[in-house]
Every structure is written in C-alpha cells, then in structure tokens.
C-alpha cells in the first residue's frame, strides 16, 4: 500500500485536465489575438484587394474567439458572477459573428471562383500571345533572311552566279548539310545534276523527269518532304547512319522558249528546275513551317531572277545581232553612196562630155542648113540633125531616169497655158506624122482649164513620148488626143487599185486618152511596157527603134504629179490606147507676161537677126591653156561664135576672167560664159561684172552656158546674179530664141 502511494501522480486526473485545458486555452487565445495582427497587416499592404470588410469581419470573429478563451482562463477556478457575464457575452457576440461570417462566405466564394476563371483565362491568352509573338519574330527573322537572299540573288544578272548564290546563301542561312540543283535537259525527258554547295563541279547524274517523286514536287507549289533515298537526294558521302530529312521544291523556268537561252532547252510549254535541300545527318533537327515558307519565297525569288537573266542575255545577244547588222548596213550604206557619188560622177562628166560634141554636131548641122545646099545635102543634113535630135533625147532620158531612181528629181511648179501644151505637142508631132500620112486630131474638152500649176516641161514630155509612140508604131490610120477633167467614175483603174485620187476645189484630174490605129499589144505584153530597157518584141513593132526608156520614165513622171499611166489594147494589128491621168492645181486667168518662158520655135528664121548685136563669149583659150584642151572643147568655142555670127552679132571671145573684166563695157549687150569649163570662175566673175556696173540698165546680160542638168547649177547661177541660163545642145534655131527673149524679157532660164 506505501508503495502504491509512493508512484501516485502529482496532480489528480481532473485537475491535470484542467490544467491542459487552461494552457490551450492560453495559447488559442494568443494564436487568435495574432491573426488579426496578420489580417491588418495584409489588408494595409493589400491597396486592390476587393474585400476589405471580410476580412475586418473575420479579424472580429477570431478576436472574440480569442477573447472567449481568455475570459475561460478565470472559469476554471471559482469566479465571480461579473466572469460569468462576461464568458457569456463574448461566446453570444462570437456566434453571432461566426454565423454572419459563414452567410457572407456563401456569397464570396463563387466571386472567388470567377476570379480564379479568368487569372485562368489571361494565363491562357498571354501564353498564346507568347507564342504569337514567337511567330512573328520567326517571321520576321525569314522575311530578313528572304532579302538578304533576295539581295544576294539579284545582285547579278548571270544565271550561273544566282544559281550558285542561292545556294550558297541557302546553305549558310538553313545549316544544310548539302542544297543542290537539278536542271532539265534540252530534250526535257530528264533532270540533270548542275549545281551543288558541296561539289565545285558536280558529276552530271541524271534522271528521269517523269519519277514519281519528282512530278509529286512538279505538281505543287509548295515545299514537299521527299525520301532521303529519292534519287535526287542521294548526294551524301557513304558512312552516314542516319539522314537528315530532305525537301525539294521547283523553281519554275518561265516558258524558256520565249529567250532562246543557248545551253538551255528550247521549251514550248512551261518547265521546272528542281532544288533539293538537305539537313545535317545524325541529328534530330526537324524542317519547321518558316524554313520551308523561306524555301518556298527564294525558289520563287529565282525564277523571277532567272527570267530577268533570260531577258538580260537575250536582249545583249540581239544588241550584237543589231550591232552587227547596223556595222553591215553601214559599210553596204557607204558603199551605195559611193557607188551613188561614182554614177553622179559619171553621169556628170558624160553629161557634159555627150552634150558638147551634140552641141557642135546640132549647131552645125543647123548652120549648113542655112546655106545653099542641093535636095540630096539637104536631106543628108536633115537626117544628121533628126539623129542629133534622137541623140540628145535619149542622153535626157537616161539622166532624167537616174535622177528619178535616186528621188533628187523635183517637179518644177508653175503656172501655164494649158492649151498651149497641147497646141506645142501637136506642132512637134504633124511634121513627122505627116511623113508616115498619118492624120493627128486634138480634141479639147470645154471644161478644161485654159491655165494650171504644174510642172509643164514634165507634162509635155510625157504627153510627147505618147504621141510620138503612137506615131512609130502606126503605118495607116489616124491618132487621136483627147483631154478633159477627169471626173470621179473615170479616174479609177481596177488594175491598179493603190491609185486612190480625192477629189478638192483646189485641183482637178487630168485624163488624157491618145489612142492610135497602129500595130496593137499582145495583152501579155503590157505589164512590160513600164520596165526600163524593156520593149515590146511583137513582129510589126521589132523594127521600130528607140531605147525602151520613154514610158518607164513617163510612168515615173506620172507618180511624181499623183497620177496614174495605163495602155489598153485588144490585140495584135488592132491599136492601142493610152491613157494618163495626173493632178493639176487649180490656177486663175493670169497675163501670158507672167508665165515662164520657153524657147519658141519661129516661123520667119529671117526676120529674127540681130544685126550689130554686140556679144561677149568668155571661154578659156588662152596660151597657158591652150595646149591642154579637148578638141571638143574647142569645137564648142567656134561652134558658139559661128551661131552667133550667123545671127549678125558682133562677138568678142575671150580667154580669162581678167581679159573679160577689162574688155567687158556698157556697149556689150550679152555675155556668155561656159560654166564647165575649168579654171574659170564664171560665179565670181558675174559678182565683179554686178560691181563693175552699179546700174542694171548699163550691165550685160549675163548668159551660162553649160552641159550640165544638175538642179543646184541653176541655182547657183541665179544665186550669183546672172540673167539666164542655156542648156546645151544649143541649135541656131533655139539660139535665135533665146537672144529674142532675152533682149525682150532680160532674162531666161532653161528648164532643167
């Protein structure tokens, strides 16, 4: 029993009880009294915190919690009525506050959810702006990289470096292990290797275009993932285990049939390259949706940089195609202008050289003609001057046609009697047509104008060349001219629809229709008649002479006035017609004073002397000369004296300008001067003559005498002052006339 009370506890059970409880009351009242503490502290901090009087309500309810287990610290021994009053207090005011408490929870909570909802939701939107903006910097790093490449590329226009550039450029910028380009053939059935990153000269495999791989990436315009054993991806160095994934796209060749490349397949549709790209082996790199958008963009950038280079190369190539035709034409140019300058040169000098000894030959015959001859000598001199005469047309014709040919022949515009043409062709025309007892008749129409602006030597030498065939290809019969105003029905041709006239009042077509009983045209003959050199070999006109050029020059004639020739025939042995029309311009009645003369042939050759007329005749006979002249030159000089003394004038010859100056006084009346003859001045001496005599009553007339057709000779004689000028070969008959007009007129200028 001792032994028993010795190990009996200290304090009794409910004591000890007590004793635990009283010290956790103790400390749930300092745990409670210390969160408030807490709560101020939070919601001091916490500026945005929503519910702010929650946690005020919270902080009472664990202050009165606290409180309640302070107040029972005094329970557990006797207390006083005061202790129990205030334990009851606080436990009523802490249920009512935990119950307010647990009714606003109800109401808090699902606040607190939302809440919760949407830190959710912008954890979510800011991650996929994170992952947009991921995007758009990968984008913008490819948009850097495409023009940097696109840079690269089109830094240059030969093909062989952009090909090579992109390359390159791919394979630094994508970490490729190898980039490669497969080129169609020229027959286009297969690719060929043609450009690699690795290989300075790839060996040129080929395959077939039509794999089924490679028309897998032919059909799409996108980046396509192929096998790295394709055929066009087999370009690693054995030993690898474990390939890097390969793409391919096609670069487009933009219709290469367009260019012409040399070395490049001639192709009628549209045709790709191939480039084939490879990641490094033995790695787990993957291809990501910017690298092959940036594949995608450069193949693109090449085909527009090759097709430039297409262009490029083309464009150089025809620049030396051009450039090598502009160096032929050049040197075929300069060779027709010296050709052209040869035959100006030498229809100059023949000019002047034929019309000098016709000059002597017509002057002559016309002088013997003049003098006391016997039937058989007169008809001998006859025929000599018909000859001379045929001669000297011939020689216009072949000059005029030149000119013509080389488009330096103007038409020489004027006003003109109209009916005069006619009148003068029909003079020349009965003597001979007489002969052959042929009946001429001209026929007028009323309404034709009497006066016209034209080129009348033009008109009249076409007119007379149709005559004049019409005579020498007629034994019997009659000819008949008819003129009129052509009107709107007749001016059309249906052989010759280019001839288009239209139709004004300050102009009028002139038809002119010569129609002959003479030996006819084979139809088939006559779109020969036109040709230079060509004549007509029918049987009844072989024998009729002349040198083929009169119609080729009259239908050149023709064109020029706007006009249109044509001859109709029905057949052999059943004449012909011929029939011109040309435009005029539409001119008032002038004065015949005003109109340009011409040398008129007179009926009285003795009436028309000049009996005492004094001449001066300037040619080069003097002694430093004289030993170095043409006999033909000669001639001229004694030719041109002996008309003139024929004619009764008084004629002084000289040799130089200085005996002419000293010689030359106000009693000559006319001074003639050879303007083609070297070492005479004839322009500078006409200005000293102008000096010389300050009055134009006083002076000379000056007179050029020359061979020469050329326009500008006329031109500088009426540029350096003279009064006339004569085209060789001069007759007695043509002299007489122009001395006539001279001297009535004072001044005369023969047209050329």
């Not at 802490?94 to 919760?116: N, W």
């Not at 010296?338 to 016709?358: G, K």
């Not at 004065?591 to 005492?612: C, D, I, R």
């Not at 010389?692 to 020469?708: I, Q, S, W």
Request: glycine residues 4%; charged residues 20%.
């Amino acid at each position: 029993m001792e032994s028993c009370n010795c190990i009996e506890p200290q304090w009794p059970p409910d004591d000890l009880l007590m004793k635990y409880q009283y010290i956790s009351d103790f400390f749930i009242a300092l745990a409670y009294f210390s969160i408030p503490l807490e709560l101020i502290y939070f919601v001091k901090k916490s500026a945005v915190f929503p519910y702010r009087w929650v946690l005020v309500q919270f902080g009472a309810f664990i202050v009165l919690c606290g409180a309640t287990h302070l107040i029972n610290l005094w329970t557990f021994t006797v207390h006083s009525r005061t202790v129990a009053s205030v334990m009851t207090t606080a436990k009523v005011l802490t249920a009512a506050v935990s119950c307010i408490t647990a009714l606003m929870l109800v109401h808090i909570i699902p606040d607190l959810l939302s809440v919760k909802t949407r830190e959710l939701f912008l954890k979510n939107k800011a991650a996929e702006l994170d992952r947009e903006m991921g995007l758009i910097r990968t984008q913008e790093e490819t948009g850097r990289h495409v023009r940097m490449l696109t840079h690269e590329i089109r830094s240059t226009l030969d093909r062989h470096t952009i090909l090579k550039t992109t390359l390159v450029e791919l394979g630094r910028t994508l970490a490729l292990e190898e980039c490669a380009l497969w080129m169609p053939t020229r027959t286009g059935l297969e690719l060929q290797l043609s450009y690699t990153l690795r290989q300075q000269n790839p060996v040129g495999y080929t395959v077939p275009i039509h794999h089924p791989v490679i028309n897998q990436v032919f059909s799409s315009n996108r980046a396509v993932k192929i096998s790295p054993n394709c055929p066009v991806a087999r370009l690693r160095p054995a030993g690898k285990y474990m390939p890097g994934e390969v793409v391919a796209v096609r670069v487009p060749l933009l219709h290469l049939s367009n260019f012409h490349i040399n070395d490049w397949p001639e192709l009628s549709t549209k045709r790709y390259a191939l480039m084939v790209l490879m990641l490094p082996s033995d790695s787990a790199r993957q291809w990501h949706v910017h690298e092959l958008e940036l594949v995608e963009v450069v193949a693109d950038q090449v085909a527009v940089a090759l097709s430039h280079a297409a262009i490029l190369e083309e464009s150089m190539r025809a620049r030396d195609l051009l450039m090598e035709q502009n160096v032929a034409l050049d040197l075929a140019r300069r060779e027709a202008e010296t050709a052209i300058r040869a035959r100006n040169d030498f229809l100059a000098v023949m000019n002047h050289e034929m019309r000098t000894p016709m000059h002597a030959i017509i002057a002559l015959s016309s002088l013997l003609q003049e003098t006391e001859l016997t039937p058989e000598q007169r008809l001998m001199v006859e025929t000599i001057l018909k000859s001379s005469n045929l001669l000297a047309t011939l020689i216009n014709d072949v000059l005029d046609l030149s000119r013509l040919e080389d488009g330096s022949l103007q038409l020489d515009l004027g006003t003109f009697n109209l009916y005069a043409v006619f009148r003068e062709v029909l003079n020349l025309i009965k003597p001979i047509a007489s002969v052959k007892k042929l009946h001429v008749s001209l026929n007028l129409a009323p309404d034709l104008p009497e006066y016209a602006i034209g080129d009348e030597k033009r008109l009249m030498q076409t007119i007379l060349n149709i005559v004049g065939n019409a005579v020498k290809f007629s034994k019997e019969g009659s000819i008949s001219i008819t003129a009129f105003v052509a009107k709107l029905d007749t001016l059309r041709d249906s052989k010759a629809p280019e001839f288009l006239p239209v139709l004004s009042d300050n102009h009028f077509y002139l038809r002119v229709q010569v129609k002959d009983s003479g030996s006819g045209i084979n139809p088939l003959d006559i779109p020969k008649l036109f040709t230079k050199f060509a004549q007509n070999q029918s049987t009844g006109t072989r024998n009729s002479g002349g040198s083929g050029l009169g119609l080729a020059i009259c239908k050149r004639f023709v064109n020029l006035m706007e006009g249109h020739i044509w001859i109709e025939s029905e057949g052999l042995g059943k004449g012909c017609t011929a029939i011109l029309i040309v435009k005029l311009g539409m001119a008032e009645r002038v004065n015949e004073s005003k109109l340009p003369y011409m040398p008129k042939m007179p009926t009285n050759h003795g009436q028309t002397a000049f009996p005492g007329l004094k001449v001066l005749v300037m040619d080069e006979n003097g002694s430093a000369y004289k030993h170095f002249m043409t006999t033909c030159t000669m001639v001229s000089r004694m030719v041109t004296k002996g008309l003139l003394l024929h004619l009764g004038c008084d004629v002084t010859m000289v040799g130089s300008s200085d005996e002419c100056l000293r010689l030359v006084s106000h009693e000559h009346k006319v001074v003639f001067m050879d303007i083609c003859v070297p070492g005479i001045d004839s322009y500078g001496i006409t200005i000293r003559i102008h000096e010389k005599f300050t009055k134009r009553h006083e002076r000379p007339l000056l007179v050029a005498l020359t061979g020469n057709t050329d326009k500008v000779k006329k031109e500088n004689c009426m540029r350096a002052g003279m009064d006339g000028l004569i085209l060789k070969p001069v007759s007695l008959d043509k002299m007489r006339s122009v001395l006539t007009d001279l001297l009535e007129h004072r001044v005369f200028f023969e047209a050329i």
